[in-house]
């Protein structure tokens, strides 16, 4: 039997008591609950909870780094705080209508990776990138591809990406200015909280071990910088410049129903990066340019899992921190309207121009037949700063 609150939540709201997922302002941490947004670091004060300290700060790291027996407890007690009657006269005062404008950097980043697990995006930039040449490269079937991000340039949803400037390619040689080819991806992120000792791999078993949470991404991207430093070395100013995050993290526990078996098997695998059980998540995202919806990727068509992610990002003994961040790379489908990056949907014809916004939303299916919400990441382009 579902858990019910006293607040009339409606049964299609996509932050009921299934989800609570977790954001920051300046007054500490806050939940979401249907239209509201619990003050957490007050509520647990207003009952004697244990756990203000860890809800109380402007962040949510703290609470991450306490490891997913104390992640566990938390959500139970928030469950109770929001369902118990008895307790409705106390926590009730704490409750306050959502608002994502008073959200912060959910957590303090503490390194950035990003990878490129959509089979389908792989292909389709490979097509795009390298004409003439094997769509996918000889190791992608082999291992989760990544390359290290910048954890500084990690920035909340609402926050303005400017034009980035760089080096960009012409018959007469580079050339340095605004990029002309800007573009996003749209992503999901995976949000660490209990840290690896160094030296130590993270097997696919241990996951939830480790993940805190979900968020959505995305990790704008210069194409025509992109395109001309790209080898031998791969992505680094054309990628480095923004990545927005959206300020709501779901918490993995309230994503056990949304977790998908594939079809078909993998190729045959290295041991590190097999699965007991491989699964992936049915999470459908929307993209919008400027209101208009121009795509509806499916995250449960990727390639590799964030198991396997993550189980590669250490097997070379390299730790993990809390709050490190690693993103799943484009989500993009086997159609084109699924599809997860501008250069995929309109094929080099069409980039954003300055004042487009983007904005990435997503739901995933929970328990007892509920909608999970993630929130938005959104973003608008402002013009480039002049050399």
């Known amino acids: 039997m579902p858990v019910r609150s006293w607040l009339p939540l409606p049964v299609d709201s996509p ?39 860890l809800l109380t700060p402007p962040s949510l790291d703290l609470l991450l780094a306490a490891g997913p027996t104390v992640w566990s407890s938390v959500r139970a007690s928030l469950t109770q705080w929001l369902s118990d009657e008895s307790l409705r006269a106390q926590v009730q005062p704490h409750l306050h209508p959502r608002d994502d404008s008073e959200l912060l950097l959910p957590f303090t980043v503490a390194d950035y990776v ?12 490979g097509r795009l990138l390298r004409p ?4 996918l490269m ?39 200015g605004p990029s002309e080819r800007l573009d996003i991806e749209a992503e999901v992120g995976f949000v660490v909280g209990a840290p690896s000792a160094r030296g130590q791999r993270v097997s696919t078993d241990a ?22 430093e790209y080898r031998p070395l791969g992505p680094f100013l054309g990628k480095s410049f923004a990545t927005s ?10 994503l056990e129903d949304a977790r998908v078996w594939p079809a078909s098997a993998q190729s045959p695998l290295l041991p590190y990066l097999r699965e007991r059980q491989a699964w992936g998540l049915d999470l459908r995202l929307e993209v919008r340019v400027n209101g208009d919806l121009v795509s509806r990727p499916p995250y449960k068509s990727m390639h590799w899992s964030p198991a396997q992610m993550l189980a590669h990002l250490t097997s070379n003994g390299a730790n993990i921190r809390t709050g490190d961040l690693y993103a799943s790379g484009t989500v993009s489908g086997p159609r084109r309207q699924e599809w997860g990056s501008l250069i995929e949907l309109w094929d080099n014809e069409r980039f954003l121009a300055d004042g487009d916004e ?9 328990a007892d037949g509920t909608t999970i919400g993630f929130g938005e990441v959104r973003g608008r382009i402002s013009p480039a700063t002049r050399p």
Not at 132 to 135: R, S, V
Not at 157 to 175: F, K, N, Y
Request: hydrophobic letters at 45%; a negative charge; one cysteine or more.
């Open 15 to 53: 932050f009921g008591l299934t989800n609570l997922p977790y954001a920051a302002t300046e007054r500490g941490v806050v939940v979401a609950v249907g239209e509201l947004m619990l003050d957490a670091g007050a509520a647990a004060r207003a009952v004697g909870s244990s756990y203000a300290d």
């Open 114 to 125: 990003d990878f490129y697990a959509s089979e389908h995006h792989a292909t389709n930039l």
């Open 132 to 135: 003439g040449e094997p769509a």
């Open 138 to 176: 000889p190791n992608y079937k082999h291992l989760p591809v990544g390359y290290h991000g910048r954890a500084a340039t990690v920035v909340v949803s609402g926050t303005d990406v400017r034009r980035p400037c760089g080096q960009r390619a012409t018959a007469d040689g580079p050339t340095f």
């Open 207 to 228: 996951f939830t071990d480790h993940v805190f949470g979900v968020c959505l991404v995305n990790d704008w991207s210069a194409r025509d910088i992109q395109a001309w």
């Open 245 to 254: 995050i959206s300020p709501w993290v779901v918490p993995l526990v309230a």
């Open 358 to 366: 983007v904005v990435i939303t997503a739901t995933a299916p929970g």
